[in-house]
């Protein structure tokens, strides 16, 4: 499976995609009665991108990428309804482990991206 980056495709083989629904809130309070009442100001998608392995020449642009920029970065991923869904927000955790070093330099692996959403969802 590819990801599109910012309009640009990405051939990394997603290992597993783990989301997070946020949700941001104008107010919450508790009345006397026990009850509590709020109003939901946004909610937002976040998640989790575990990048299996592929070429360094794709993990070299890729990381490319995300060490540049410091604008919000539009994704897109699958979605079971609509085929792809595009999400807006920024990476704020890279890690990334060397699995291997030969004459032909270091492979990099298990690349994982974690992202926040920015963009409320719906917008």
Same mark, same amino acid.
């Given at each position: 499976?590819?990801?599109?980056?910012?309009?640009?495709?990405? @051939?990394?083989?997603?290992?597993?995609? =783990?989301?997070?629904?946020?949700?941001?809130?104008?107010?919450?309070?508790?009345? !006397?009665?026990?009850?509590?009442?709020? !109003?939901?100001?946004?909610?937002?998608?976040?998640?989790?991108?575990?990048?299996?392995?592929?070429?360094? @020449?794709?993990?070299?642009?890729?990381?490319?990428?995300?060490? =540049?920029?410091?604008?919000?970065? @539009?994704? !897109?991923?699958? =979605?079971?309804?609509?085929?792809?869904?595009?999400?807006?927000? @920024?990476?704020?955790?890279? =890690?990334?482990?060397?699995?291997? !070093?030969?004459?032909?330099?270091?492979?990099?692996?298990?690349?994982?991206?974690?992202?926040?959403?920015?963009?409320?969802?719906?917008?």
């Amino acid at each position: 499976m590819n990801i599109k980056l910012n309009g640009t495709v990405y @051939a990394v083989g997603v290992a597993s995609v =783990s989301r997070t629904l946020r949700r941001t809130e104008k107010y919450r309070v508790t009345t !006397e009665d026990g009850r509590t009442h709020r !109003e939901v100001q946004a909610t937002y998608m976040d998640f989790a991108l575990n990048l299996g392995s592929f070429g360094s @020449a794709e993990y070299d642009r890729l990381m490319s990428l995300l060490r =540049s920029t410091t604008d919000d970065i @539009a994704v !897109e991923l699958p =979605s079971s309804h609509t085929g792809t869904e595009t999400y807006v927000g @920024a990476f704020d955790n890279v =890690s990334d482990e060397i699995i291997t !070093e030969d004459e032909d330099g270091v492979l990099w692996d298990n690349l994982t991206l974690s992202f926040t959403g920015t963009e409320p969802l719906g917008v």
